[in-house]
């Protein structure tokens, strides 16, 4: 497993942005998909962005929800072993908790999570 940390929430007003980073440590990531994921109360953990490890460039073979689409970018850096979420244009509806995974085998599926951390956006 990988161990995964991820940082950069808070509040913020709708229109506004922020930018998550999940730092990873513990393993290679060389063949692993990194993924960012949310979770809403009340409702289940959805899939937001995911991008492939391997890839040349730093936003390469990224893959986003629909509902995100246009808003968010994910990308790494491979140095810092860190994965990104630049979120903008924020609405009320992407409150949530906000949680960087791992696949460290893919496409076996996420195996390591992060702690989670909190995005707030006021209307």
């Known amino acids: 497993q990988v161990q995964l940390a991820e940082s950069g929430g808070g509040l913020v007003q709708a229109g506004g942005s922020l930018r998550l980073s999940c730092a990873a440590s513990?393993?290679?990531?060389?063949?692993?998909?990194m993924g960012w994921f949310r979770q809403a109360p009340g409702k289940e953990r959805e899939f937001v962005a995911s991008?492939?490890?391997?890839?040349?460039?730093?936003?390469?073979?990224?893959t986003y929800a629909e509902s995100v689409k246009g808003r968010f970018t994910i990308s790494k850096e491979n140095g810092k072993s860190t994965v990104y979420l630049q979120m903008n244009s924020l609405k009320p509806e992407d409150t949530a908790v906000y949680y960087c995974?791992?696949?460290?085998?893919?496409?076996?599926?996420?195996?390591?999570w992060g702690q989670g951390t909190q995005v707030t956006v006021s209307s």
């Open positions: 513990g393993r290679t990531l060389s063949r692993s998909v």
């Open positions: 995974g791992a696949d460290t085998n893919p496409p076996t599926g996420y195996d390591s």
């Open positions: 991008i492939s490890w391997a890839a040349s460039w730093a936003t390469g073979h990224a």
